[in-house]
């Protein structure tokens, strides 16, 4: 399981940081791919192949093929180097608005990258209380 926040900056490269915890749960090689809100995804590839099956699965409509297009055309093996780098593509950089500080989280079964401007920009100044306690009570859940 993902969790936890790292502060990072990508360097003149391109490259990025993975923390050591994440390396240890991501494996040698894992999935980088778009997200969703305007972050990248840091998959372990066992967690990816399910995501793929399963997106293969739905049915063969003009928005299934769309979701299709736009996460394997964004979407790409990474293997951090020796010193626990790994490098962002251009195309990928772009789509997040990566520029300089980075944030890493936690997030279950996956990692997020986000700018950190944009990850301040997603807090649309609505309660967490408020939305935990809608999706606890639509779900059933407790904490």
Known sequence: MFMGEYNHTLDPKNRIIVPAKFREDLGETFIMSAGFDGC??????????????KLAALP??????KLQRHFMRNSMECEPDKQGRILIPQNLKELAGLEKDVVMIGSITKIEIWSKEKLDESYDGESMDATAEKLFADNNLSF
């Open 60 to 65: 063969f409509t003009a928005e299934t093929r």
């Open 40 to 53: 990248l995804y840091l998959t372990p590839k066992t967690n990816w192949d399910v995501f793929t099956q």
